[in-house]
């Protein structure tokens, strides 16, 4: 087992039935009844059953969930499994299939029904929610608690689940392993989450003419294949094929140009064979768009950015979630290279690779959906 630091969190790359159930055994002794945060490399997710099982044998509060790889002492591995203790007063809970017309509307009642006394209603707490990224409409959803519950929480959130983009359980609470859910953690923390993606804009604007969720169906009234094929020949000289849309696409995202200023990344995620474009997160009717590149040094400023607010914050026990798109497109060097400027703010990063994130920026107060970032949660009061 790996463990250089037990305060923080446990990590074993192995995580086999005996290890997990020592682990289980020893989290009362070492962390009395803060609740278990676990984070599962898609790899190993057929360890969540006997992680589950173990915390039910010894009485731990469990939530978790699955994500395509972790970050474990600032390095990102593909297997392994993370658990780190939450404050003792967190609360959790595992919404509903998110299909449903009144999910939203089940989370804010819960969050109504939390028992608090006049000395913890004081205090903002954290919304840290953890949605399925085969969810389609989380901007919505995060559009549509934010008109509820307004500014009395902070907010951070990622999306877990399976590299390959299908449909399977990701979602850890206690004795459920669910997906097309929402798990809501409120911990006592205020500060939310805050995260950087270092992406520029371009001079050039197209417009999303027809756009429905997450698929652009034209661009300049157009097939958004046809045109967005187009836009990257003459922007970089990349000739995007059918054959080799999944090869580049990562590399060439969709910038969501918003009226404040802010640059919302989307990354193309399939194509119809009508031409639409699919991308990891909603985008709006008639959206201003781009196409972006994104050279390692433009993204770096971004994490420089990331580290001076985590340095002013001066926060400790930092959970990291980089985005899986990113690290694709900067391979293993380019994204060792960024958390190594986090690693010497927060000391060596824990956390995972997530598939979509939810934080704020410095120019936006409430909370969007971003792919493309790394976001930082601080996860200790």
Not at 159 to 184: D, H, K
Request: charged share 20%.
């Amino acid at each position: 087992m790996e463990n250089d630091d037990e305060e923080d969190c446990i990590f074993f790359g192995n995580p086999c039935e005996r290890t997990i159930s020592r682990e289980a055994g020893n989290w009362h002794q070492t962390y009395g009844d803060m609740p278990m945060l676990a984070l599962v490399a898609e790899q190993n997710k057929e360890a969540v059953r006997l992680l589950q099982k173990s915390c039910a044998e010894n009485k731990v509060t469990l939530y978790g969930a699955m994500f395509p790889g972790l970050i474990e002492q600032g390095r990102i591995v593909e297997q392994g499994m993370c658990l780190l203790p939450l404050p003792g007063a967190t609360r959790g809970y595992l919404s509903g299939p998110l299909d449903s017309e009144h999910a939203v509307e089940h989370l804010v009642t819960w969050l109504n029904g939390q028992e608090e006394t006049d000395e913890q209603k004081k205090k903002r707490k954290t919304l840290f929610l953890i949605f399925d990224a085969m969810v389609s409409n989380v901007g919505t959803i995060l559009e549509d608690m934010y008109g509820k519950l307004g500014d009395q929480y902070a907010y951070a959130g990622v999306n877990a689940g399976s590299n390959t983009l299908t449909s399977q359980p990701c979602l850890i609470e206690n004795n459920q392993f669910a997906e097309g859910r929402v798990l809501a953690l409120l911990l006592p923390i205020s500060d939310g989450g805050i995260l950087e993606h270092g992406y520029c804009e371009l001079d050039e604007n197209v417009l999303a003419a027809a756009s429905e969720g997450n698929l652009i169906h034209t661009i300049n009234w157009r097939p958004a294949l046809s045109e967005y094929r187009k836009l990257v020949y003459e922007s970089f000289g990349i000739e995007i094929t059918r054959d080799n849309f999944y090869d580049y696409a990562v590399h060439y995202p969709f910038g969501i140009l918003r009226a404040n200023g802010e640059l919302l990344v989307r990354i193309p995620s399939e194509f119809t064979r009508e031409g639409g474009i699919y991308c990891v997160g909603e985008v709006p009717p008639n959206s201003i768009l781009q196409v972006l590149d994104a050279p390692a040094e433009s993204l770096l400023k971004g994490v420089q950015r990331l580290a001076d607010r985590l340095r002013a914050l001066c926060w400790t026990k930092t959970l990291i979630f980089y985005c899986t798109g990113r690290f694709m497109h900067l391979g293993d060097q380019g994204s060792t290279n960024e958390l190594e400027v986090l690693n010497q703010v927060t000391g060596p990063c824990h956390g995972a690779l997530s598939l979509g994130e939810i934080g704020i920026t410095g120019k936006d107060q409430y909370p969007l959906f971003h792919n493309a970032t790394i976001v930082a949660l601080r996860c200790a009061p």
